[in-house]
């Protein structure tokens, strides 16, 4: 007899408590931040790619172009909307544009001011006039666009999010979202933007953001819109 496959509800919590954990190691290893970073800033490292051409234009129009398709998601999402057609796109529509603006948008915002993290370049150890903090612990290090969370790698690891969407082919968005995330999570850290834990803390935190907004979304549409009339 086979066995019946897991929610999506149910894969996607397994998948935030995994990214939970694993965000967890270098808060309780603050060294792994230090080490991880030694690596990039180091003189000559083994493989260095600040130089390589994608690292650069994903450092210089990641937040750019997540932030132009959020906004034309929520514009398309409102023509929709009054035109009451159309309610499976108009869903897709609001999650997408919401989601980015919120998870890697607003709240990785608010993280950064409130934590006032430095970023690795402005560290005593890698040359710079800072204090290290470690991830989870509040700074008075840095005064604007900090370090922790990082949003160009929550850009990244948002496309795991579309599982929620797309529940038939969650196994792609989950592979496409860690993927990209992974990228540019190295570009980040290759050129001293960011620690390894602004990296991943940049997944749970861009999960539980996108599942709120797909709760509050599903609830609106089945509860809080009467039906289109034919």
């Keep these: 007899m086979s066995k019946t496959p897991p929610s999506s509800r149910t894969v996607f919590l397994l998948l935030l408590g995994s990214s939970l954990a694993v965000a967890m190691l270098p808060v309780l290893w603050p060294q792994l931040d230090i080490a991880a970073a030694a690596y990039f800033l180091q003189p000559t490292p083994p493989i260095n790619p600040a130089q390589w051409k994608w690292v650069e234009l994903v450092n210089e129009y990641v937040p750019d172009l997540f932030r132009t398709l959020a906004l034309l998601c929520i514009a398309a999402w409102i023509i929709i909307s009054l035109l009451r057609r ?3 796109a108009g869903i897709a529509l609001a999650f997408v544009g919401i989601s980015l603006l919120l998870g890697p948008g607003f709240v990785t915002w608010a993280v950064k001011e409130h934590t006032l993290r430095a970023r690795p370049f402005d560290v005593v150890e890698f040359g710079g006039e800072r204090q290290f903090t470690p991830a989870l612990v509040q700074a008075d290090q840095c005064s604007d666009n900090c370090a922790f969370v990082s949003g160009h790698v929550a850009c990244g690891f948002f496309f795991a999010s579309l599982m929620l ?3 038939r082919r969650r196994g792609r968005w989950i592979a496409t979202g860690l993927l990209l995330g992974a990228l ?3 570009a980040r850290m290759s050129v001293g933007a960011h620690w390894l834990s602004d990296a991943l803390w940049a ?3 861009t999960l539980a953001t996108s599942g709120c907004v797909w ?5 609106f549409y089945k509860y809080g819109q009467r039906p289109t009339q034919a």
Excluded: E, K, M
């Excluded at 709760?215 to 609830?219: C, D, G, I, Q, R």
């Design 165 to 167: 969407l797309d529940p």
């Design 184 to 186: 540019v999570s190295v």
């Design 203 to 205: 997944l749970p935190i």
């Design 215 to 219: 709760v509050v979304l599903t609830f």
């Design 86 to 88: 159309w309610r499976r």
